[in-house]
């Protein structure tokens, strides 16, 4: 390939956001300099669709030798909290990444804002209107149609001043007054019909206590706090694309030459399947107690996520498999849960795992013997060496995996039939005993003693069609085991305007195992380990309530994504 050839592919390969830096860089726009941030509002947990735009802003600064502040855009403290502040501190530092000096908060610049705000009503720019926000909202008419003016917008320059300076000053109740941008009522665009820039809160904020109760509004305070650490690009999603010429003017009216300008670009925000988005409806399921937290691991949040057993690294990679758009669309959830897969099928130990137990008495087997046999912790990397799994005269396997009368493709445990347990014997099953409800409470079954895995006799080379996941009785760990599922069962559960979304809440999004038993490798389990339970899916302790003594799994995903066949 030619250096032409190379350069083009290259070029083919960027998504939007980085053709926009490299013209920039070309042009030394900004000195060369590629400053991102990331910029949550703290009134709520992080959710998938966040850690998208994290990957996003994280990996252009690092690829363009750049840096990524993280600002907190605490401009309401009626729903800010310092919990929310710390979560999202801790989620980013999860996930890989760490920003440019200590955490920036939009409160830091209240100073700044408000003589910023002074400047534009002395330049005749912004206007103090004296209107509930009910009167307000009708006279911004329709995208058709012209808004009407306030009454209020020709006040003069001094008594802009005054009431603004009194509104600073306490002087005022909640939504007697507002501050205005002065730009015109007849834009196409609802959001430059003299937008309020700022509103009157008596709330302490949980930094600035009770200095401020005049806060600035998202819109005029976003920009500006891009523009005060000197952002070049203020990546943002779509819905903010309405925005963009408000951002433009305010910066239009404040900007100094020689300064550095952000530049506002928007991509299409995250959208998955099965999975509601929007922070406040999540606040709704915690409040209601439809799921026990924010981090509860059937919810889209971060830390739900991570609790659930996803690994950053699976995270990061489906952020950058989706890539960067430039329209809304769906994702389907399989592809996040492929990715955990991908990354556990490399870096998880298998181990042995029944989680709805039914004893087997090798009848054959010495009473008083105890082997342990040698299994591979996973086939995918042999660096991760081997384990002893103790074998004796009793065990456990599930209850699926024997059937009594059982159909001709069944190639599990069956009367007079045999299975292999994976590394170990193969069985035969004898007797199957019952209690006086015609319950199947245990199995006899006798065993080859030569057909032992790897012990290259002919009778272990002898095929068999099953081969069974076990854990010896004797030596078995109690665990519970909590099956976590999709939250809801509708592809679309924010998408029904007739339907309240917690109605499509999945009845059976966690079953709680409290009889399972686990392999004695699994004694001293860490928090957060991950493993795959052979044959049954991936599984991680759980971070909250697993403890030495009381072992807690949740399982993370199936093996395979059974859910999609189950619901065609």
């Known amino acids: 390939m030619t250096a032409e050839n190379k350069e083009t592919e290259e070029k083919k390969s960027l998504n939007f956001i980085e053709s926009f830096i490299e013209e920039d860089l070309k042009n030394n726009k900004n000195n060369g300099i590629v400053m991102t941030r990331f910029p949550p509002e703290p009134n709520g947990y992080l959710h998938i669709g966040h850690a998208k735009s994290i990957c996003l ?21 009626e729903k800010e909290e310092v919990e929310y502040v710390e979560s999202i501190m801790e989620d980013i530092n999860w996930l890989g990444f760490q920003w440019e000096g200590e955490p920036r908060f939009t409160s830091d610049y209240f100073d700044q804002l408000y003589e910023w705000a002074l400047k534009l009503v002395n330049t005749g720019y912004a206007y103090v209107d004296d209107q509930s926000s009910e009167d307000i909202a009708k006279q911004k008419g329709t995208p058709t149609q012209a808004g009407t003016e306030s009454p209020y917008r020709n006040r003069s320059i001094e008594e802009n001043l005054d009431l603004f300076t009194r509104m600073k000053n306490g002087e005022f109740k909640n939504g007697e007054h507002v501050l205005r941008a002065k730009i ?21 904020h949980h930094r600035t206590g009770n200095k401020w109760c005049i806060y600035p509004m998202y819109d005029f305070a976003h920009g500006q706090s891009d523009y005060i650490e000197s952002i070049t690009h203020s990546v943002c999603t779509l819905e903010f694309e309405v925005h963009r010429p408000l951002y433009d003017w305010i910066l239009d009216h404040l900007y100094v030459e020689g300064t550095i300008r952000p530049r506002q670009i928007e991509f299409a925000r995250l959208n998955l399947s099965y999975t509601i988005m929007s922070k406040r409806k999540l606040l709704e399921l915690v409040q209601e107690n439809l799921v026990s937290g924010w981090d509860d691991p059937r919810m889209p949040t971060i ?17 950058d498999t989706i890539g960067i758009a430039k329209r809304d669309n769906v994702i389907d959830v399989a592809l996040l849960e492929h990715s955990l897969r991908d990354d556990l099928n490399k870096t998880a130990p298998r181990v042995m795992a029944v989680l709805n137990p039914l004893k087997v008495v090798i009848t054959n087997y010495p009473e008083d013997k105890e082997e342990w046999l040698t299994i591979e912790n996973n086939p995918e990397d042999e660096t991760m060496g081997t384990r002893e799994m103790p074998f004796s005269r009793e ?29 170990a014997y193969i069985i035969k099953c004898e007797e199957v005993i019952k209690d006086s409800n015609e319950n199947i409470t245990e199995l006899r ?4 003693p030569d057909s032992k895995s790897g012990s290259g006799t002919e009778a272990s080379k002898r095929k068999v069609k099953g081969t069974l996941h076990w854990v010896s009785a004797k030596h078995a760990i109690d665990a519970e085991v909590r099956v976590y599922d999709r939250l809801f ?13 917690k109605k499509l809440i999945n009845p059976d999004s966690l079953k709680t195992l409290t009889n399972c038993k686990v392999e004695p490798s699994l004694k001293d389990a860490e928090p957060e380990s991950k493993y795959q339970f052979q044959r049954l899916g991936y599984f991680c302790t759980d971070r909250r309530d697993s403890k030495p003594e009381n072992l807690v799994f949740n399982r993370t995903v199936p093996l395979k994504d059974s859910w999609r066949k189950m619901n065609k």
């Open 445 to 448: 079954c006798t065993y080859d």
């Open 489 to 501: 069962s509708d592809e679309d559960p924010a998408g029904h305007k007739d339907k309240d979304f």
């Open 184 to 204: 015109g009522m007849t834009s196409p665009n609802m959001h430059m019909r003299d937008p309020i820039i700022y509103r009157i809160l008596h709330k302490e």
């Open 303 to 319: 830390t739900g996520l991570r609790r659930r057993g996803f690994t950053p690294a699976s995270i990061r990679k489906f952020a």
């Open 395 to 423: 065990i456990y396997i599930e209850q699926d995996d024997f059937m009594e009368d059982a159909p001709k493709k069944f190639f599990r445990l069956a009367p007079d039939k045999e299975v292999r347990l994976k590394a």
């Open 57 to 77: 802003n994280f990996a252009l600064a690092q690829r363009y030798n750049g840096k990524t502040n993280l600002r907190f855009d605490d401009t309401n403290p």
